[in-house]
């Protein structure tokens, strides 16, 4: 490849081949919408959406797709896929206004003698037949070579020769799956630059899967070949393991091999969420460029190295892609990832109830592996009302509760210097630690407070495993008193709240 920036074509098939994942099926609003937003808001520069014959809903998806994209001036861009069978196809794209057939042929030896039982020039008098009548009714053509990465490989004369033979059909893109996604980088490098270098005049696009999670690598070296198209889908949907993912064969085909592509970055987010939700295929956290956490640094080190000079930051910025870099926040924890945290919330602390909330920080940490943003206006009015009477301090605290079942409490406490092992049984766990509280406290002449509200929350738009904020009102001799507890766990979010109570209350005595 020569250093003058090539620009490669992007086309989705997250409609057509993505609609192939197990349990996916897009209703016909559904794939008008993710259509409309890949060519507008995403710009990719083809899309194919459907295959021919499948269901009248079908029917009823493309052709509003196809009149939606006709007064867009965009019809040209969506493409279906047809089969070779003359008129079946063909009649049904243009029933739905499509103007693009992608006809599926048979791209390796094996397939064609073993499925059709039959010889590559039967086989390519009715692929003929099938053109011909596209394109008398107005269809341009593209051609998929299905398992050409197999026929290639197993019987490369067949392919030469299908192609050479179909050279004056009209066609525009001579379109080689790795339907199998079988293939290697430098095995598509090599089998690429052979087509290319035999059939000069030709577009040839790659299709590629993911069985060996070498889809991206394929693309990329697809594009070294000389390849000028590229298929892939959002979120990596597709048959097994799926197909190239667009996001990531943007990124590096632009970043790796200074090649454009004609998408909106800051539209890859959008688009990956917009197909997660009406798919029900959920990314991982990790997964590259659309993934929750892919923006979040958890070390402490790394929030550190940022602070100071941008340490941990690559040309994969958040920004980038319309999204917000994040300090996790747990036991790996520093000063640094704390402090980006409060900056971002605008919330001054000074270095001692910094040095405070950290500690609290890593401690919750071991019970959960991450503090959310959210979480941490929890800690910090905990905090910052928290006073350091220790008069009372839980060491150890089991609980069992089941359905239908008596709860039941162990605790080791520490009051003043005396260490006292207990138990308790009660409806529910909460009930259960009063129950075992007072019998120790009761040596202590200790009277319980009458206990009048008791509220539970999780921060707004929290996950189930969210912190906890437990806030528990006592009247104690007509006065009321409130306290705070914070925890991943429900029950000890309220146990925390009444050791606070029981340490003030001997504090006032």
Known sequence: MSDQQLTVELMDTTLRDGEQTQGVSFSPAEKVSIAKALLQKLKVDRIEVASARVSDGEKVAVGQLNAWATKEGLVDRIEVLGFVDHKRSVDWIVEAG????????????????????????????????????????????????????????????????????????????????????????????DSLSDMIKRFPGLKFDFHGHNDYGLATANAMYAVKAGVSSIHCTINCLGERAGNASLAEVAVVLQDKLNVAVNIDEKEI??????????????????????????????????????????LYISALTPERFARLRSYALGKMSGKASLAKNLEAMDIDLDAEQQKKLLQRIVRLGDQKATISADDLPFIIADLLERN??????????????????????????????????????????????????????????????????????????????????????????????????????????????????INLKMHTK
């Open 388 to 501: 350091e009477y220790n008069y009372v301090e839980l060491l150890n605290c089991s609980i069992n509760s089941g359905l239908e079942l008596e709860s039941t409490v162990s605790i080791r406490v520490r009051i003043n210097d005396t260490i006292y092992k207990t138990s308790g049984s009660g409806n529910g766990g909460f009930d259960a630690f009063i129950g075992a509280m007072k019998k120790v406290l009761d040596k202590e002449q200790f009277i319980f407070p009458e206990l009048i509200d008791y509220q539970l929350r999780i921060p707004p738009g929290g996950k189930t495993n969210a912190l906890t904020e437990c806030i528990v009102t006592w009247l104690d001799n007509n006065e009321q008193i409130t306290t705070r507890g914070v925890n991943a766990n429900q029950v000890l979010a309220g146990i925390g709240a009444t050791i606070r109570m």
């Open 269 to 310: 987010h959008t688009l990956s969420q917009l197909v997660e939700s009406f798919s029900g295929k959920r990314c991982a956290d990790n997964t590259p460029i659309v993934g929750a956490d892919v923006f979040t640094q958890t070390s402490g080190i790394h929030a550190d190295g940022d602070k100071k000079g941008g």
């Open 98 to 189: 499509g103007k693009v057939l992608n006809l599926l042929t048979k791209g390796s030896l094996k397939h064609c003698s073993e499925q059709l039982k039959k010889t590559l020039d039967e086989h390519l008098v009715e692929v003929k037949q099938t053109i011909n009548y596209a394109q008398a009714q107005g269809l341009s053509v593209n051609i998929y070579l299905e398992d050409w990465s197999n026929g290639y490989k197993d019987s490369p004369e067949y392919v030469y020769d299908m192609v050479t033979k179909l050279l004056d059909s009209g066609i525009n893109h001579f379109m080689l799956p790795d339907t199998l996604g079988v293939m290697s980088p430098q095995e598509v490098f």
